[in-house]
């Protein structure tokens, strides 16, 4: 199983593009998460889903979307990126009766 | 609002020494709880978990220990090794809605 997968690693924007971070899991988990990490700060939840289907905004969701058209995908949508979305992102999936796995992140820079 | 945090931001340790992770939370309605670890440039790891129905779990080296009353939470490590040098986090889930702390650093002395 390769887990959860998220790509790009690394990805620069100017400000005011917009991009599309990718998380795909293998492990047929319901439950898909978008975390933001901030240097020397813990995980803040942007979004996360209990299903294809559905989705529910987190503790930070201005300026991001998602979608869960399938068990495996879930993606998270920066529009209009700004200089405050400038963090490490990371994707994780949980069966919810275990701890969540985690992706390796992918590090984005908005300049 | 509701929280949690860790009391040191900072840990070290001698190699082959015991450490302690401390972590408070405030929501009293979490029911479940979690180590990770975070290495540098990874994602956070899966240590142990703990469910507020228990006081105390085991894993191999490692042991949560929560105490509701005084709403804390700590991770034990036996004999700390160098690869256990991270960033452990302590999160609490209550009903999806999982929190994280900031983390605290542990390094390990040869």
């Known amino acids: 199983n390769a887990g959860v997968t998220q790509t790009p690693k690394f990805r620069i924007l100017k400000i005011g593009q917009s991009m599309t971070l990718q998380c795909t899991q293998d492990?047929?988990?319901?439950?898909m998460y978008w975390y933001r990490q901030d240097p020397g700060m813990g995980l803040k939840l942007i979004y996360y889903s209990v299903g294809a289907g559905i989705t529910d905004k987190g503790e930070v969701p201005n300026g991001y979307n998602v979608s869960r058209s399938t068990t495996e995908d879930f993606p998270l949508r920066l529009e209009l990126a700004a200089p405050s979305q400038t963090s490490v992102y990371f994707c994780?999936?949980?069966?919810?009766?275990?701890?969540?796995?985690f992706g390796s992140g992918t590090r984005l820079t908005v300049v | 609002g509701e929280s949690v945090g860790l009391h040191l931001p900072t840990l070290s340790v001698q190699e082959g020494d015991n450490s302690i992770i401390n972590c408070a939370y405030s929501n009293s309605a979490s029911d479940y709880f979690i180590w990770y670890k975070q290495e540098s440039g990874k994602g956070p790891q899966f240590i142990i978990d703990i469910r507020s129905n228990m006081d105390k779990r085991q894993g191999q080296r490692v042991t949560v220990l929560l105490n509701k009353t005084v709403k804390h939470l700590s991770l034990q490590i036996a004999a700390t090794q160098p690869g256990d040098s991270a960033v452990y986090f302590c999160?609490?889930?209550?009903?999806?809605?999982?929190?994280f702390g900031a983390g605290t650093r542990l390094t390990v002395k040869p």
């Open positions: 492990m047929n988990h319901n439950y």
């Open positions: 999160a609490e889930d209550n009903n999806n809605d999982m929190r």
């Open positions: 994780a999936s949980s069966t919810r009766t275990y701890g969540y796995t």
